[in-house]
């Protein structure tokens, strides 16, 4: 794919898009499948960056992992404890593979090092460390305290059976610690300290691990409990569900064409939260179809996109496409409760503000919510940077649904989650 790629102002037929699997999903179903006791055929697994990191790391460590035939992978477990005691994983920008790896090697103990691209280690991971710590772990920082790399060493056995962490950051913290103390095989307790961000993403955990045998109580998201005597046993096969959050670009189409636009793969019965993104379409004048394998959404003529205050704290990814929908709704919209945006692939909230002022909007950042004021006309043309984050790509390709073309610059940065991304927007759309 080129450098940039420019977007013609474009119209939508009534479309059909069957999702891509989820990440969330992919990648804590490939890591508890590798720590399971028997083996998994795990069905739509996602094909990204950010699986292919995921799958790179568990070779490296010793996992069996293959064959792969009619969609299926199979994962051969290693009965919780990697057969590779020393390894150098590089994880890239993958959070949903180096938080969790972070946490299971240090709980399981060796000698690795884990390191990325550079905003990786950009990106804070104290909160996990500290965490970590307390449970007897061995890690060291390489460079800024508080940030990737990292070096594991051997785990304590006089470590804190009650653990604290804060929740204010990332739910990827807790996801971690959540999937390696069951290693252990004592019983465990998580106290979240502070509000707990995306507890959503903290539902997709609970409800894989269930599926792996491990369950887990928790007092109103506060603290967790995990009992002794866990160990992962796989379901004989697992289907990934298509991602919510890829939902949100085709769903948020369907809302600005006025066209029923369908994603296939998820339905009202999604573990995932980011399904919630259809019910907020829903409220600012999408007319919504949920089935059990389908979301449909579409806009009644003559009904317009109406302005949004919401409080985004559960659809923290999905709420990015909100921003964008922002520009045609004809008053100021804001999100507010999103500081994780600060800590994502990039600041999520600086860059959305810049690119969106491109287009001739008002916006007003602090360091938890965004204001924009859409502008009377939008700027034609505008060359949007993306970060190297595959959802600024995506969520601005919607502009050109919305009169005017649009340049994508680096959008090859879609391989993380969605490689085939613009290869669909051109199957679904016409030149207005």
Known sequence: ?????????????????????SKSISNRTLLLAALADNSCDIVSLLHSDDTERMLEALAQLGVRIGPQAEGRLRVHGCGG?????????????????????????????????????????ERPIGDLVDALRQAGAQIDYEANEGYPPLRIGARSTDGSRDISVNGNVSSQFLTALLMALPLTGEAHTIHVVGELISKPYIDITLKLMARFGVEIRHDDYRSFHIPAGCRYHAPAVLHVEGDASSASYFLAAGLLSGSPVRVTGIGRHSIQGDVAFARELERIGATV????????????????????????????????????????????????????????????????????????????????????????????????????????????????????????????????????????????????
């Not at 999103?338 to 990039?346: C, D, L, N, P, Y």
Request: net charge negative.
């Open 81 to 121: 404890r990697f057969p590779h005691s020393t390894a150098d994983l590089f994880l890239g920008n993958a959070g949903t593979a180096f938080r969790p790896l972070t946490a299971v090697l240090a709980i399981l103990g060796g000698d690795y090092r884990l390191h990325g691209v550079p905003r990786m280690h």
């Open 289 to 432: 179809v949920w089935d059990e394998d389908f979301i449909e959404v579409s806009r009644a003529p003559g009904q317009a996109v109406q302005p949004f205050d919401l409080d985004a704290n559960h659809i923290p990814d999905a709420a990015m496409t909100l921003a964008v929908v922002a520009l045609v709704s004809g008053a100021p919209c804001r999100l507010r409760n999103i500081a994780s945006w600060r800590v994502k692939e990039t600041d999520r909230i600086a860059a959305m503000a810049a690119e969106l002022r491109k287009l001739g909007a008002e916006v007003e950042e602090t360091p938890d919510s965004i204001r924009i004021v859409p502008p009377a006309v939008l700027k034609a043309e505008a060359a949007i940077d993306t970060y190297d984050d595959h959802r600024m790509a995506m969520c601005f390709s919607l502009v050109s649904l919305m009169g005017v073309p649009v340049i994508i610059r680096d959008p090859q940065c879609v391989n993380k989650t969605f490689p085939d991304y613009f290869k669909v927007w051109a199957e679904i759309t016409r030149p207005a």
């Open 1 to 21: 794919m080129s450098e940039s790629l420019r977007l013609n102002a474009a119209v939508l037929p009534p479309a059909t898009v069957a999702l891509p699997g």
